[in-house]
Nanobody, 120 residues
Framework: QVQLAESGGGLVQPGGSLRLSCAAF????????MGWYRQAPGKQRELVAV???????NYADSVRGRFTLSRDNAKITVYLQMNSLKPEDTAVYYC??????????????WGQGTQVTVSS
């Protein structure tokens, strides 16, 4: 059984910063990919930033240069540092992980979501 625990959302003014954290718990052998998606009201869920096993990190064009994804492999945790936040960054942010477990080579997991609101 694998669970993703998210933290760090909240309300921030435009231009401000927030850091999101996501830790994976359970019988995890390795990480295939891990990161964040977001979904704004009335819109589809979209990729924000995800790192892929092998070293690459994919960022949405809209956040590149403002958001930074980092990770602690030992803790199976990813962090999303969000700077220069804009009102259009307002969304529910979901942690995403594709993990190798004892039962399967790759299983997709989602966190419950954390609200990020950028407003003055």
């Amino acid at each position: 059984q694998v669970q993703l625990a998210e933290s760090g959302g909240g309300l921030v003014q435009p231009g401000g910063s927030l850091r999101l954290s996501c830790a994976a718990f359970g019988s995890i052998l390795s990480i295939n990919a891990m990161g964040w998606y977001r979904q704004a009201p009335g819109k589809q869920r979209e990729l924000v930033a995800v790192f892929i096993s092998g070293g690459s990190t994919n960022y949405a064009d809209s956040v590149r240069g403002r958001f930074t994804l980092s990770r602690d492999n030992a803790k199976i945790t990813v962090y999303l540092q969000m700077n220069s936040l804009k009102p259009e960054d307002t969304a529910v942010y979901y942690c995403y992980a594709d993990l190798m477990t004892a039962q399967a080579m790759g299983v997709t997991y989602w966190g419950q979501g954390t609200q990020v609101t950028v407003s003055s």
